[in-house]
């Protein structure tokens, strides 16, 4: 299945989109706070921090190249990679409030 044209500008910008929306809780979340964290706080890191890996990685997903004009699936990588960047950063939201 073809993909339609404009995807991968969509998805990458898509993807810097939420990237910066996840700097902008970290701030207010207060990561540089100098008080000593607990298990909430390692934990709302490490999924910010797994969060940004996924979306860094979906620009180069989507413009590597492939052997085959046809070959969308690392178009389809990408798109999963910027749902486990998405669904990380809601995660480590939620964490975030409830603890």
Known sequence: MAYPAGTVAALSS???TVFSI???FLGYWGIHESTQWHFADVTVAILALAGFICL???PWLA???VDHPDDDSLIRHARRAFLG???ALWLAIVV???T
């Open 14 to 16: 898509a993807a810097a």
């Open 22 to 24: 996840g700097i902008v």
């Open 56 to 58: 860094g990685l979906v």
């Open 63 to 65: 413009t590597s190249p």
């Open 85 to 87: 960047g998405v669904g």
């Open 96 to 98: 975030s409030i409830f």
